[in-house]
């Protein structure tokens, strides 16, 4: 069996889809060990993933970067990436089965088994790059064909009926998972958030790529009035990868960034995300729309409690871990974020509700589902 894998969202900085991808990619070779397996990434095929931090690959994410942000460079930049696959299979290869973890491969492929994440270039186009709108227009086609298709959540997979009449039984279900890493029953030691002057149980928290879907005004402005005893003691931290557009930043912002009530972290690796969400009181996700949230997930496998927006998949990851919210509702943030700081006991409950619910996520179950799905796919 051979298998053809789109790597190209591997290029970093990883966001959410980037590391489901790399999440599954690298368990397909123990979940498939009878198969040959192709990686397409930096414009070219290669026969195992490359060292993360390989200076090509780093390449590859600029100018994924760069083209996100010129409208005009999409459409040229995904006709090079195309060409570029397809100019470089073999004829062996033509019988090869496509995994897509990123929607679409670069190149239409049949037998191929996407991954959709979300519908959000539907539901809310205004909070999305014109670029990515634009590349997933045509997923309904590539949908009908697929041989088989990847949600990674009930909720995904429900819009997808909808949305696109298609049948529930091609839809199979893999949602991310939660590395042990995340998995914490106390509190980190003060020392490792000395590098982000930081101290246990005294901020909150919320982790996400810098986009208007990520509706971080509504946070700030639900943090901003809060009594400033409690802003001074509890600082709001924003973690995340810069995205695009105007995410939210305003004069207001300058204040309390000044006064060190606002702390704005660029994007962190898993190993010291781990212990920023185990030091929280709270992860804070008022998204617009998710297709799942892997944060929330990662932050109620260690025991922090969650406040998230009853909007997308948000209420099936959250479970009993956490509060939910109307996302628009400022007031109710506020009222929110006070009753998280000072009821210990509330936060207790919910930690204990929200660590097996957190932990049931896993990244191996998910896997085999993937390999089930590419192995029904083979031609042979």
């Given at each position: 069996?051979?298998?053809?894998?789109?790597?190209?969202?591997?290029?970093?900085?990883?966001?959410?889809?980037?590391?489901?991808?790399?999440?599954?990619?690298?368990?397909?070779?123990?979940?498939?060990?009878?198969?040959?397996?192709?990686?397409?990434?930096?414009?070219?095929?290669?026969?195992?993933?490359?060292?993360?931090?390989?200076?090509?690959?780093?390449?590859?994410?600029?100018?994924?970067?760069?083209?996100?942000?010129?409208?005009?460079?999409?459409?040229?930049?995904?006709?090079?990436?195309?060409?570029l696959w397809r100019g470089s299979l073999s004829a062996e290869d033509r019988g090869s089965v496509c995994f897509a973890p990123n929607f679409l491969p670069p190149c239409p492929w049949t037998p191929c088994v996407p991954v959709v994440h979300d519908l959000s270039f539907l539901r809310l186009p205004e909070s999305l790059p014109q670029g990515r709108r634009a590349r997933l227009q045509d997923l309904?086609?590539?949908?009908?064909?697929?041989?088989?298709?990847?949600?990674?959540?009930?909720?995904?997979?429900?819009?997808?009926?909808?949305?696109?009449?298609?049948?529930?039984?091609?839809?199979?279900?893999?949602?991310?998972?939660?590395?042990?890493?995340?998995?914490?029953?106390?509190?980190?030691?003060?020392?490792?958030?000395?590098?982000?002057?930081?101290?246990?149980?005294?901020?909150?928290?919320?982790?996400?790529?810098?986009?208007?879907?990520?509706?971080?005004?509504?946070?700030?402005?639900?943090?901003?009035?809060?009594?400033?005893?409690?802003?001074?003691?509890?600082?709001?931290?924003?973690?995340?990868?810069?995205?695009?557009?105007n995410y939210g930043w305003a004069p207001s912002w300058e204040t309390l960034a000044n006064s060190g009530q606002l702390r704005i972290l660029d994007y962190v690796p898993d190993e010291a995300l781990a212990d920023l969400y185990g030091g929280a009181i709270a992860l804070c996700m008022p998204s617009l729309y998710e297709g799942f949230g892997m944060p929330v997930a990662e932050a109620l496998a260690?025991?922090?409690?969650?406040?998230?927006?009853?909007?997308?998949?948000?209420?099936?990851?959250?479970?009993?871990?956490?509060?939910?919210?109307?996302?628009?509702?400022?007031?109710?943030?506020?009222?929110?974020?006070?009753?998280?700081?000072?009821?210990?006991?509330?936060?207790?409950?919910?930690?204990?509700?929200?660590?097996?619910?957190?932990?049931?996520?896993?990244?191996?179950?998910?896997?085999?589902?993937?390999?089930?799905?590419?192995?029904?796919?083979?031609?042979?």
């Open positions: 069996m051979k298998i053809l894998i789109d790597a190209s969202c591997l290029a970093p900085p990883l966001t959410g889809v980037g590391r489901y991808a790399r999440n599954i990619i690298e368990r397909l070779p123990a979940a498939l060990p009878d198969a040959e397996f192709r990686y397409f990434l930096g414009g070219r095929w290669a026969a195992a993933l490359p060292d993360r931090a390989r200076g090509s690959f780093t390449q590859a994410g600029l100018l994924r970067h760069l083209a996100r942000r010129i409208p005009v460079s999409w459409p040229l930049w995904r006709g090079l990436q195309a060409a309904r086609r590539h949908l009908h064909r697929a041989s088989a298709i990847i949600a990674v959540s009930g909720f995904t997979a429900k819009e997808m009926v909808a949305e696109y009449g298609l049948r529930a039984e091609r839809i199979h279900l893999a949602p991310p998972g939660v590395a042990p890493r995340f998995w914490r029953d106390a509190p980190p030691p003060p020392e490792s958030l000395a590098e982000f002057s930081l101290s246990p149980q005294g901020y909150y928290l919320c982790v996400g790529t810098f986009e208007p879907r990520k509706n971080l005004a509504t946070l700030v402005a639900a943090y901003s009035r809060l009594p400033s005893c409690m802003r001074e003691r509890f600082p709001l931290v924003l973690a995340g990868a810069p995205g695009w557009g260690g025991g922090t409690p969650v406040l998230a927006s009853n909007a997308g998949a948000l209420p099936a990851t959250v479970g009993p871990g956490g509060i939910l919210l109307s996302p628009l509702d400022v007031p109710a943030w506020t009222d929110a974020m006070i009753v998280m700081a000072e009821d210990d006991a509330l936060r207790r409950r919910l930690a204990a509700a929200g660590r097996p619910h957190g932990r049931s996520f896993r990244w191996d179950a998910s896997a085999l589902v993937v390999a089930a799905a590419l192995r029904a796919a083979d031609p042979a």
